[in-house]
């Protein structure tokens, strides 16, 4: 921070407070270490000091730890864009989708017309079990009326929350019949799954996409790939496409099933941090398994380390387009009774050296780096891909990778072109896609076939078809439908289709019949399949799989030449 800033900072009536508060929540956020000099002790007792007088002198009246609040975010902007301090409330929404697991009633919902509808009922779960339909409207949970004006989602969560083995009554009315119905359900612990679907491709070759890494994420793994394992697979596509990371161990213990023993996955050193090696700690199960990962630019974190680690140990084939760039490790540190802070005290480094953080820092917009990529056409062509170490660092078989702002692919697949996703992107963000397709169900609930397909006869009719559906849909938010005689125009179309397709199946049967359907065509899936079928990317070395260095993608000579290092 320059000279003047600071001196904006601290200028004018409120400044000497803002002084004061900050080294107050500097106090307070150090209270739990170890170091109890004299000079802190005396500091200690001088802010206290400035910050009774404050409370009991000031010419207006203060909330003490309200004012601290804004203290303690003062101090956390001026550090890394991934420290944080979390209030008590955010720490318990974080730890629902991070371990895996809540505790409630089990069933998705949305909210339409002023009406709770259950869109889909948790296989095994205590609504399944207590009787509870796809369909159903809630319109009472004991003896609350919840179909009104005003129903939101944390109202509704509220009310179906609650502790295990706690009973709520619900009062529902039948899609269909509108027969009302009251059911008991005893709440019970509620998986998340991070591991939303595994599935045979085609030709023995495996998917499995991964939308986190939370607590149950490498059981959730190994488990995914023993059932494919049994019906024949033997390579393997991971999709970490938008999968934001999470926890660190899920990822390594992953990593294990693919490596060697004693193979470097990762290492970690900060400041005040020793470095940490991170090896494999057996021969893995799967170490002779090809596999194809892709990733994009919201992938980061533990997805970053996962396909670092992989191209790292040329154990796979790494497509998409370059990562997020969030290699930087947090530990967390309870505040006493007012949250916790989540403390970046070290960087992540691929077993090559490279570090996966991308710049940040006062002259960098760390926010705007989605949007730089967009306009600078890196989304789109592989000559922009900008990476900002100009080291260039060497996987175990000497191919040439480069860090300094995510993991940069092996094989580029650029981004849909934006002119069609004008509307989809539209129907997608406001959940009119969703709604569309929850509503769509449940009027044809009792025409729906047992195997719902593109071709099915329900879907086709003219007027109350998918096409027609969506179309009204479009039309009801004032949007132009894109015109089927331009090639921009029938891709456009196909891509709504195919969204509004998939959402339906997800409704009808799963997230594994989700993607299979969402990504039908997928450019990324498609490349990787003809990677590893077609393509002699692999052979055997040192007991394991290997991608081998002179078919690599990307050439030492030419891969210098398409990135622009700056």
Not at 139 to 149: A, C, I, L
Not at 403 to 416: A, E, K, L, S, V
Not at 498 to 513: K, L, P
């Amino acid at each position: 921070m320059s000279e003047n800033d600071k001196k904006s900072i601290f200028k004018g009536p409120t400044g000497p407070l803002i002084f004061a508060l900050t080294l107050a929540a500097g106090l307070m956020l150090g209270r739990g270490c170890d170091d109890v000099s004299h000079r802190k002790t005396f500091m200690g007792s001088r802010i206290s000091h400035i910050l009774d007088q404050i409370e009991v002198l000031y010419v207006d009246s203060v909330d003490r730890e309200a004012l601290v609040d804004v203290a303690v975010d003062a101090i956390i902007n001026e550090l890394d864009p991934h420290t944080y301090y979390f209030t008590q409330e955010e720490i318990d929404a974080n730890a629902e989708s991070m371990e895996g697991n809540f505790e409630g009633i089990g069933v998705e919902f949305i909210i339409k017309d002023d009406s709770l509808m259950v869109v889909s009922v948790i296989e095994g779960g205590p609504s399944e079990k207590a009787g509870v339909l796809d369909g159903d409207r809630i319109v009472e949970v004991g003896e609350v009326e919840v179909s009104q004006e005003k129903l939101d989602n944390k109202r509704v969560m509220k009310l179906l929350k609650g502790e295990r083995g706690t009973r709520v009554e619900l009062g529902l009315v039948r899609s269909g019949s509108f027969e009302h119905v009251n059911v008991e359900i005893e709440r019970d612990r509620i998986p998340i799954y991070s591991v939303v679907a595994s599935f045979v491709l085609e030709n023995e070759v495996g998917y499995i996409k991964i939308n986190r890494f939370s607590a149950t994420t490498a059981i959730e793994f190994e488990k995914a790939m023993n059932e494919i394992e049994l019906e024949g697979v033997n390579s393997l596509i991971i999709d970490l496409r938008s999968n934001g990371g999470g926890y660190l161990n899920p990822a390594v213990d992953m990593i294990d099933l693919f490596l060697n023993k004693d193979e470097e996955i990762l290492y970690t050193e900060g400041n005040a941090v020793a470095r940490k090696n991170y090896l494999s700690r057996v021969d893995g199960e799967y170490k002779d398994w090809p596999l194809a990962i892709i990733i994009d630019e919201n992938s980061a974190s533990a997805s970053e380390i996962f396909a670092g680690a992989m191209q790292d140990n040329d154990r796979a084939i790494i497509l998409g387009r370059r990562s997020f760039g969030k290699g930087l490790v947090q530990e967390e540190y309870d505040v006493p009774g007012a949250g916790a802070l989540r403390l970046t005290i070290a960087r992540f480094y691929t077993p090559s050296g490279r570090a996966i953080q991308k710049p940040y820092g006062k002259d960098v917009n760390y926010e705007h780096d989605q949007i730089d990529r967009f306009d600078s056409g890196e989304l789109y062509f592989e000559d922009s891909i900008k990476v900002a170490d100009t080291v260039i660092f060497r996987t175990k078989l000497g191919r040439p990778v480069f860090g300094g702002g995510g993991i940069t692919p092996d094989i580029f697949i650029p981004i849909n072109n934006p002119g069609s996703n004008v509307v989809l992107s539209e129907l997608v963000w406001t959940g009119a896609i969703r709604d569309a397709a929850f509503s769509w169900i449940d009027l044809h609930r009792n025409e729906l076939p047992d195997n719902l397909s593109e071709s099915s006869k329900i879907w086709m009719d003219i007027n109350k078809g998918g096409k027609a559906t969506i179309k009204r849909v479009v039309a009801e938010m004032e949007m132009v439908w894109p015109e089927s005689s331009t090639e921009e125009g029938r891709e456009g179309i196909e891509r709504i289709m195919n969204r509004f397709y998939a959402q339906v199946i997800r409704i009808v049967e799963d997230d594994n019949g989700f993607y299979r359907a969402l990504y039908e065509g997928d450019d990324a899936i498609e490349r990787a399949l003809y990677e590893l079928l077609e393509e002699r990317r692999f052979g055997s070395r040192d007991g394991r799989l290997y991608l081998l260095p002179e078919i690599e993608p990307n050439q030492s000579d030419s891969l210098s030449q398409t990135l622009n290092i700056n």
